[in-house]
């Protein structure tokens, strides 16, 4: 079974703040993804990655940076946190580069709150 | 823009009966759509997908139905059960280019009443 495992369930930083969300997977996947869950907007893409240190800007990808050095594990970096990023952030990753048929596997999410 | 629309918030059921969640989406390049489904504190879980080859793609009490002219897909489930109650969402994938990203819609709140 997939398990992909983020960090922290409750996070609260200041405005300003460097924050680092981590996210590990264990099935040896080619794609990683972050995407943020905001009421009435559904899911939208942050940033993902289809192979170690190769990144793609998703939808909405202002305000944020990723990192994957290693294939098990895709970091979102929030550089300088503002409120307006209070969010349900989700990782996922999937097998199958450029095919879309595998379903994304997702973590629990990692309820950010800056204050 | 919204390229897949979920324009239902919240969908209420007795139990026994039959839910139908509608999508609808814009993006001709798409070719591949799923439903996920969430129960809070949890992520979302993938519940059942359809090809865009097929209008018909059935799982249990899960049927995904697709309208490629009409550009809309629903999720129908038959018996409604109470463990149903999630919020569910359609997501929609341009294979060719997407590296299995997915697009996702709004979301609609499924409550199955007992």
């Known amino acids: 079974d997939v398990k992909v495992t983020q960090s922290s369930r409750y996070l609260v930083k200041r405005t300003g703040e460097k924050v680092f969300l981590e996210c590990v997977q264990d099935?040896?996947?080619?794609?990683m993804f972050w995407y943020r869950q905001d009421p009435g907007l559904g899911l939208r893409l942050i940033y993902f990655?289809?192979?170690?240190?190769?990144?793609e800007k998703g939808d909405i990808p202002e305000g944020y940076s990723v990192s994957r050095e290693k294939k098990e594990r895709f970091s979102l970096i929030l550089e300088s946190a503002s409120t307006n990023q209070t969010s349900m952030y989700l990782c996922a990753s999937s097998l199958s580069p450029g095919t879309g048929e595998s379903p994304l596997h997702f973590g629990n999410g990692t309820r950010l709150t800056v204050t | 823009d919204q390229q897949v629309k979920q324009n239902s918030p919240s969908l209420s059921v007795q139990e026994g009966r039959i839910s139908i969640l509608n999508c609808d989406y814009t993006?001709?390049?798409?070719?591949?759509f799923l439903w996920y489904k969430k129960y809070p504190a949890e992520g979302p879980t993938f519940l059942i997908s359809?090809?865009?080859?097929?209008d018909k793609n059935e799982d249990g009490r899960f049927t995904v139905f697709l309208n490629k002219s009409a550009k809309h897909l629903s999720l129908h489930i038959v018996p409604s059960q109470p463990g149903d109650s999630a919020v569910y969402f359609c997501?929609?994938?341009?294979?060719?280019?997407?590296?299995?990203?997915?697009?996702f819609g709004q979301g609609t709140i499924l409550t199955v009443h007992p």
């Open positions: 359809i090809s865009s080859i097929k």
């Open positions: 997501a929609a994938s341009a294979r060719a280019t997407s590296y299995g990203k997915l697009t």
């Open positions: 990655s289809y192979d170690v240190k190769m990144k």
């Open positions: 993006n001709s390049m798409f070719d591949y």
């Open positions: 099935m040896d996947h080619e794609n």
